[in-house]
């Protein structure tokens, strides 16, 4: 089975640090762009991060700049997301994501194959 899993989420207060783990199983992460995602309530999908598989180039979106970091363990084929400096704002739900296309260029979901089903991150005193 094609899957990506996500883990780590929970409640955390402002200013608080929380890492995340996606794990993928039926294919090869190191051969696939991947991205992280969030979806807060009411809001749409935004883009967080995105690695281009070509050239190793990583973007980051605005909004978590500084505060929010890629990482990866290959051999256990999983990704991360290192999140600090967390703020109220950031509360959503997290996604990660693969596609064996996307040069992370046009945007960061375009070409995605595969997505996890989130894990909710909360942000509160």
């Known amino acids: 089975q094609v899957q990506l899993v996500e883990s780590g989420g929970g409640l955390v207060h402002p200013g608080g640090s929380l890492r995340l783990s996606c794990a993928a199983s039926?294919?090869?992460?190191?051969?696939?762009?991947v991205g992280w995602f969030r979806q807060a309530p009411g809001k749409e999908r935004e883009g967080l991060i995105c690695?281009?598989?070509?050239?190793?180039?990583?973007y980051y979106a605005d909004a978590i700049k500084g505060r929010f970091t890629f990482s990866r363990h290959s051999a256990k084929n999983m990704v991360y997301l290192q999140m600090n400096s967390l703020k109220v704002e950031d509360t959503a739900v997290y996604y990660c994501?693969?596609?064996?296309?996307?040069?992370?260029?046009?945007?960061?979901?375009?070409?995605?194959?595969?997505w996890g089903k989130g894990t909710l991150v909360t942000v509160s005193s």
């Open positions: 690695i281009s598989k070509y050239d190793g180039s990583t």
């Open positions: 039926g294919f090869t992460l190191d051969y696939y762009t």
């Open positions: 994501a693969a596609g064996y296309d996307n040069t992370c260029l046009i945007s960061y979901d375009n070409g995605m194959d595969y």
